[in-house]
């Protein structure tokens, strides 16, 4: 392992964890610097929460260590240190529930003392830390009142009201409907603002890449990758264009839209010709084409629609599309390795990074 | 200027809150855990207070408008008074009080997932302790209010209050420990809390009840001649009997025409000060190792 970052505030070493036989989580090594969002992804069962609860002290590792800096000081966690260490990070454990009967100033005094934030200061800091959630009206109505939207944010308040550098998310917007995981993921970012360092999971694509600086990839227990999000685009070579028309196809014109699309485009994605698609997703109500992720041939695709009369209003190639390919290559890639067992099939890990 | 000042004195402030570790951070979470759980089960304990003073006027009505019904039974003085007050259905409300306290202290975190919240702020262990003994106090001022309420009848009915009362509360607070305790222990293995309660409240008030006769009836231990100390409900009996001490302990009870038994009606202040720990010893251990060795949904 390379030398440790005078940056890095998280450290992950050779971190291993084992049930009977079963290795769920197998020599990961991950540094998490100071102010970045790390994100880790990975599909059901891959090991995301067992490495988070490794982190939180709720399961031992069996083998490996793990390094948390408190005060400028690197510290492995071990049974003798956790509580001084884990002051220092916030946990989001999955969906929050909450006991309905209590108002959010009633918990988060609650949470912010058991962490040992100073006992005059704690009202202000609940005061300030809802309103940053814009929860300031709500603060002591009963949260059995309150929508699943308004819980997570008081659950990710929960995670930050100690004043931790570092915040653990595990799957934050699992559950919530658009608006509130895009407000969520506002408050990811606005977290990274005021100089927190994020450690978030999901098994969603589209989430992860809004958020992260680095992504590590988890499969089987395993960091398949760990890089920039730029550095995972470069290596997946490979994405999907979205195109939205000013006139909606109608039902009956389809097909020989597409197959005309096909027959100009398919020379100009740079994918060998068995592997091209182009397709329509009709809920979203736009043309999807894969090409190789290479800017020139993507402006060639521009620039054949519109010399083929095609109004086009939107021309977009998401993120999560690029690393979307990736992660089913890299997952592809550990699901053909005969030695390992137990895990679901490619197929199911597809629907489930379509969820988005 | 001032807002840089005023977060590097609070940094400065949470980092030497945070050098508390140890038996400091212990106390400090338990501590926080009493008052917290103080506050959140407020209700709970208005509920019951009233459910005291419910049975406190069932025993008044028995005890003063039925008077004339209850021939020998019928209160004479201060102590006869409370023995009545404190024998007859006090421990109900003592079973029904430690369940309703006790039925969601471990259960409820798991069936509700509220324990994705709570832990790693927290261990179970001291949470466990915060609980038990913020709930116990509860309890406790509960079971003071019913002795305050009978105190009082007393002094109103014949001027006085015999110090005894004092004894009677002792075995009552240790008791209802002993309650409080099962009921834990039944909340760290029951799926939620309305079925802790439910089978709680069933087994003490039917369970328990049931064993001695049926052992008095099956000829297992003849004549009951050895004390009941397997039954822990036993013990309660020394809440009321202690009014009366030195008690009959062990009596026969004859139902004409045809039925009689014996049976044991309360411990020794030895064996029930003994006995009580034991069993509180048991709960609580047992409780303990299944509340580490449980999982929640997600884990």
Redesign the interface.
Known sequence: MKEISENAIVRFKNLSKKFGDFYAVSNVNIEINNGEIVGFLGPNGAGKSTTMKMMAYLLKPTEGEIWIRVNGNLEKLSNHNKDYLLDNVGFLIENPFFYGNVSPRMILKYFAELKGYPIKKVNQRIEDVIDMFGLSDWIDKKIKTFSKGMRQKIGIASAIIHNPDIVVLDEPTTGLDPQARREVRDFILKLKKIGKTIFLSSHLLYEVSEVADRIAIINRGKIVAFDTLDNLEAKAKKSVIHIELLNHPEEQDLNNILDNLKEILTPLTGITKDLNWIKYNHDTKTFQIFFNGDPKNQFSILKTLLANNFEVIEFSVPKAGLLENLFIDLVSNSVSNPSDNGFNKIENKKSILMEE | MVSILKNNI??E??????????LR?DI??IN??I??EL??NF?RFIVLLIVYAGIFFLSLLMNELLYDLMGEFAPTDSISLMQNYIGQFFILALIISAAMFGGSIIAEDFY???G??L????SKTRLLVGRLISRYILNALCILFFYVLVATTSFIKYQEVDLKIFYSIGWALLYSFVLLCFVSFLSSFMKNTSFTIITSILFLLIVMQMVPVILSYSGVVENNEIPMFFIFSYFGNIISECLNMPAVRYETITHPPALEYSQWSTPSEFGAALGMIIYIIIFLTLAYILYQRRQSK??
């Open positions: 609070v940094t402030q949470i980092n030497i809150e945070r050098q508390k570790v140890g951070r400090m979470q926080n855990t008052s917290f506050k959140r209700r509700r997932q509220t994705n919240l832990f790693p702020k927290i997600s884990e």
